[in-house]
Each structure stands twice: as structure tokens, then as C-alpha cells.
């Protein structure tokens, strides 16, 4: 049985909320999900090992704070940002030194063209010096017009360290499902710390 697809059944909707929710749920190293970093190190490596290699050879546990739906201002408008991630160097009263900001699609008609440009600029007029962001588009395995368009408009600003990627929930040999099948295959023959039969189950 795959819990999503039951409720994507009939009358019902699986809603993007609820799916971001997960998401920075398993992100968050403070939660009680009883992963501590092993999923948020498996997303970094996923998203791009060389710009994370000093934060993944940390040997302690990473501190990782995610906030869902964070507003910000771009010029008279607003922009709620699906998940942000805040990285920090010892603690979360600490420096942060990486930020991650996902933009979640789990349907491809809901993609906006200029969508994640414009999240990117508000996070930029809200703190113009920022450093060690990482843009994060997420959504199925598809290659719309649409979700092409919204991922191109992207303009970063390389000098201060800013990277984007586009990946999917669930992709051949990879996506997000595909780090989850790995967690889950690392636990089975004893190679991180075991998962609680109620996480295991929800995994």
C-alpha cells in the first residue's frame, strides 16, 4: 500500500502543503523523526556533493531549521516560499552558513513561469548580501514548457556562492523517493543507525 496514492484517490487531493510538510519535516534535524541528519546529508550529496562537501564532512550532527511557507516582500507584492532551509555552523543559535529554498511542485499544470525567479529576487531584497543560497525546484518527472521556462528564468548571482538545481520527487535511479529507498536500504543491513518501526513504516 503507498499511503499517497490512497489519498490522491476519488474525491480527494494530494495537496502540495501537505507534501512540502513532509519534506521539511525530514529536513529539520531538530525534529523527532528519529533521522537526526541522515536524510538532510542524503539530499545535500543528492543536490550537489562539491558544494556541500564542507558542510557533509562535518563528522557532528548538521544543524538544519526549515521553515514552511516564509514570506517575503518584493516590492508591493508578496512571496510564500515553500520550504527554507537554514544551515548553521554548530547550532541553530549560531551562524547560519547555507540556506536552501524549495520550491515544490507535485503537479506539473501548477508550474508559473516566473515563479521561482521572482522567490529568488525577494529573498535577495530581503537580504542583499546573502551568501551560500541554494535554489531548490522540485517537481515530477516531467519536462513541460512550462516548468522549463520557470526554471530558466532563474538568474543567479555565482559570486556570491548562489546554485540552483532542478530535481524530481521521483526520477530513474534518483529523486527524492529514490533517497528514501536508499535510507531505507541502508537500514536494512546496518549501515545508519536504526529507524523506528513507526518512521520506517511512514518512510
Given at each position: ?80 516560499l515553500d ?7 554548530v547550532d ?112
Amino acid at each position: 500500500m503507498n499511503i499517497f496514492s490512497v489519498l490522491n484517490e476519488g474525491a480527494s487531493r494530494l495537496h502540495e502543503p501537505s507534501m512540502s510538510a513532509f519534506l521539511g519535516y525530514l529536513l529539520d534535524t531538530t525534529k523527532d523523526h528519529g533521522l537526526g541528519d541522515t536524510f538532510l546529508r542524503a539530499f545535500l550529496a543528492d543536490l550537489d556533493p562539491q558544494v556541500f562537501a564542507p558542510i557533509l564532512a562535518t563528522p557532528t550532527k548538521i544543524w538544519a531549521v526549515t521553515e514552511l511557507e516564509q514570506t517575503y516582500t518584493l516590492g508591493a507584492s508578496t512571496c510564500s516560499l515553500d520550504i527554507e532551509v537554514s544551515i548553521f555552523d554548530v547550532d541553530q543559535d549560531s551562524k547560519e552558513i547555507a540556506r536552501l529554498v524549495i520550491e515544490n511542485k507535485i503537479r506539473s499544470a501548477a508550474a508559473n513561469p516566473d515563479q521561482l525567479a521572482r522567490y529568488y529576487a525577494a529573498v535577495l531584497e530581503d537580504d542583499p548580501a546573502l551568501r551560500n543560497l541554494y535554489m531548490v525546484y522540485l517537481t515530477p518527472a516531467a519536462n513541460t514548457a512550462t516548468l522549463i521556462a520557470a526554471f530558466s528564468a532563474l538568474r543567479l548571482l555565482p559570486e556570491r556562492q548562489h546554485n540552483a538545481r532542478w530535481i524530481h520527487w521521483d526520477a530513474p535511479g534518483g529523486g527524492v523517493l529514490g533517497i528514501l529507498r536508499q535510507i531505507l536500504a541502508q537500514e536494512a543491513v546496518g549501515g545508519i543507525n536504526p529507524i523506528n518501526e513507526y518512521m520506517r513504516h511512514t518512510l
